[in-house]
């Protein structure tokens, strides 16, 4: 069977049960190209000049992004796979194996792919505006996104995710929700990208399963962090750091340390409690804010990042919540869970909440690059408790990404578990 046999028999498989389980290859491959899934590498070399470093848009750990446009006129994002790239390839068929059973205005389309050669390659729709990132966090652009664009930024993030987790073929827990995997538009509308470490979630009723740790420093909530318990409130979190993160501005996982907070999420608690959370608005939506939408929004972002996943409202009823008038949310937060505390599940069988502890570590200690992306993997194999006491953590170092598709490279360190917290 060649490469793209397998490919596209890999990828059409959970639609199988919708057709005749005797259905031949060959018949798979005809409606894939009917649908325009497959493209041959002469017509991605054509588009993309011959892969010219001019159109290159950026790279990672799986190989370079290019920005290509077809013979129609339609722009491209051609996402190749080094074949050196062992990590690369697991993300890689994931990626496609999941957006091939998505589609939503609010999530990145997948056009195709391409298994001739040795590099597979996938492609995606051209997203003009770049990462949310690119602009939120830069001086010089932030003040593109005036309060109206970043309003409509939470909410079309809010109605992807609640699409991922309740209206796809199959729940999908996304794992890296970030301001660096939600690309905008030519209209500023947002499109969540990047699913190389997304899971499917089993349909057999449980509330979380036990994985790997993977995802990104100051957006993994703590109880996934602390003992790999993945649930869709995992992504409610980082949905929640993202919401706050537009708010304000500022990136958590570079917040610098106050005296009273030690970081992005314990700063804008702390001033909700006082009645103070205008203050932790990004200066520059002075002019454009409707002050009691931003008020709502930090109230919401804040019920997304308690300490106990339990507490954090589902995306179903985050929806439901940004439909309210401003200031008829009924829920009050609790504390956040963030950089510094130890998290604990308790002892009580069948219990998914969690216990706070007030130890912290110093500040010094937590220093993180602003482009920082944590692929955690824990050591125990084979347990309920992935990242037990004595377990070492391995940490993949991955850079944010361009106009296409995200670009992720890979370093590696150990780390205690004894001295992990909220990362």
Known sequence: MSKISKLIGSITKPFKSRHSEGREEEDLQAIAVQEQRVFSLTVL??????????NKLGEGGFGPVYKGTLRDGREIAVKKLSHASRQGQKEFKNEAELLSRVQHRNVVNLLGYCTEGVEPILVYEYVHNESLDKHLFDPQKRSKLDWPKRLDIIHGV???LLYLHQGAHCRIIHRDIKAGNILLDERWQPKISDFGMARLFPE??????????????GYMAPEYVMHGDLSERADVFSFGVVVLEIISGKKNSTFQPLPEAQCLLEWVWRLFKKDRSLEIMDPTLAASAEVEQVKMCTHIGLLCTQADPQLRPLMNRVVTLFHKKPGNIEEEPTRPGFHGQRYRRHSKPGSTSYGISSTS????????????????TAGASGTSNPMGPSTSRMIHVSGSNSAG?????TRSVSQSQESSGLA
Do not use: C, E, I
């Open 45 to 54: 070399s054509a588009a993309t000049r011959n892969f010219h470093l001019g």
């Open 158 to 160: 809010a109605r992807g």
């Open 204 to 217: 057999d009723g449980k509330t979380h399963v036990n994985t790997r740790v993977a995802g990104t420093n």
């Open 361 to 376: 570590r110093s500040a010094g200690s937590s220093s993180r690059s602003s482009a920082s992306s944590t692929n955690v």
């Open 405 to 409: 598709p995200s670009t992720s490279g």
